[in-house]
């Protein structure tokens, strides 16, 4: 229930403790699960005082229970174990604080880790954080290089040596975390976070030695697993060896089987690099030498050709024929005039001798009228009609008499 106050009736602390004494009372008992990271066990006293932690979340709570109840799994459960515990949670009024009275403690065995970090993989494949086409292709020479991993460790080691001797001049910023305990979540994935936030990181890569199923359920978290996800930069997983497998592989960019593995994938070697390329350059020079020797060869056998050796052979060998067409259509054409020439004379003089000029200088006249008819009947002229007469050289005029 809902408390009515006010600044002018306001509920004393002590008030304010009990009231939330009794909610806290009415909640009953509950499994829960976490890490144990503090625990306390005086010589002869009855209660023994634990520290349990969400590594997750980065909340702990106080547990107390009675030395029996821990004697049950104090043989198994030591700090750093993860446990579920059946407890009440009480809050202590005088000094306003929660805790939880464990009834039963129970160790969470590497059975049931696997089993609920199926569970959990199944769950996010489901979401497609761990698709193929989600995969980013790594940078072929990072500028720099991200590193996570634990503070002067071998897979520090591992890392920056293996790169720097395969390629000298690269450079790495390095994140020194926790990578086992109930820190390491909340430290790997702010490290992450503020590598990815940094603009000049080309690759990140999260290292780790080998360990038990327990040490390595740090990069099997949730929380590091969707954080790995919203990355912009591709991110290496280079956690233990060939056999661990933590869910951080399946989201990464790339899986390593080891941090000496991530130096080689992410680092081209520089030798090799040199390799690579004299014989890219032989390949080429040999692809050209080949080209311009197979050019040669065409050329040579295109000079020897006949119509490259003597060129003017063929315009000469047509010039003859040429000359030799010109003249036969000069004949030709000079036949045909002259045939020509002959046919015109015998008909000019054809025309001539028919010709009415011919006659007039026989000495024949041709007698026109007034209108030029010319007269062929007498019957067309009359007495004292004017006349013209026309012979040979001209014309006169005449006049018809009696």
């Not at 939330?20 to 699960?33: F, P, Q």
């Not at 349990?52 to 980065?58: E, I, K, V």
């Amino acid at each position: 229930m809902a408390v009515n106050t006010s600044p002018e009736t306001p509920l004393p602390v002590g008030e304010v403790s009990r009231l939330i004494g009794g909610w806290i009372d009415r909640l009953g008992a509950v499994w829960v699960e976490g890490q144990i990271t503090q625990l306390s066990r005086r010589p002869g006293a009855g209660v023994v005082f634990l520290t349990l932690r969400d590594p997750s979340y980065d909340v702990s709570v106080s547990v107390t229970c009675y030395r029996q109840v821990f004697d049950a799994v104090a043989d198994v459960v030591g700090e750093g174990a993860r446990v579920v515990v059946l407890a009440k949670p009480e809050w202590y009024a005088p000094r306003g604080q929660l805790s939880l009275r464990a009834a039963e403690i129970r160790p969470v065995g590497v059975g049931e880790l696997l089993a609920r970090l199926e569970r959990l993989k199944k769950a996010l494949a489901a979401e497609g954080l761990f698709a193929p086409e989600r995969k980013r292709p790594l940078p072929f020479l990072p500028q720099l290089i991200g590193l996570v991993c634990g503070r002067a460790s071998a897979a520090e080691r591992d890392v920056l040596e293996n790169a720097r001797r395969r390629w000298p001049a690269v450079r790495f910023e390095v994140r020194n975390v926790a990578v086992q305990g109930v820190h390491a979540v909340p430290q790997v994935v702010q490290a992450v976070k503020e590598l990815d936030a940094a603009g000049e990181v080309d690759v990140i890569i999260v290292a780790r030695g080998g360990g038990s199923v327990e040490d390595l359920l740090p990069f099997s978290d949730e929380q590091l697993v969707r954080a790995v996800a919203q990355c912009r930069t591709p991110v290496v997983s280079a956690i233990g060896h060939e056999p661990d497998n933590p869910l951080l592989d399946h989201v990464a960019d790339l899986r390593a089987s080891t941090p000496t593995d991530a130096a080689k994938k992410v680092v081209p070697d520089v030798g090799e690099e040199h390799e690579r390329v004299r014989m890219l350059r032989d390949r080429a020079r040999r692809c050209v030498g080949a080209l311009v020797e197979r050019e040669q060869r065409g050329l040579a056998h295109a000079l020897a050709r006949p119509s490259m050796e003597d060129p003017h052979r063929m315009v000469d060998e047509r010039a003859d024929h040429v000359a030799s067409l010109l003249e036969r259509g000069r004949r030709t054409l000079g036949h045909l005039l002259d045939r020509a020439d002959s046919e015109l004379t015998h008909t000019r003089a054809r025309v001539v001798a028919l010709s009415p000029a011919a006659t007039l200088k026989r000495g024949y006249a041709v007698l026109q009228k007034a209108d030029g008819h010319v007269v062929r009947d007498p019957e067309e002229v009359a007495r004292g009609e004017a006349l013209r007469a026309r012979v040979a050289d001209g014309e006169f005029p005449v006049k018809v008499g009696e």
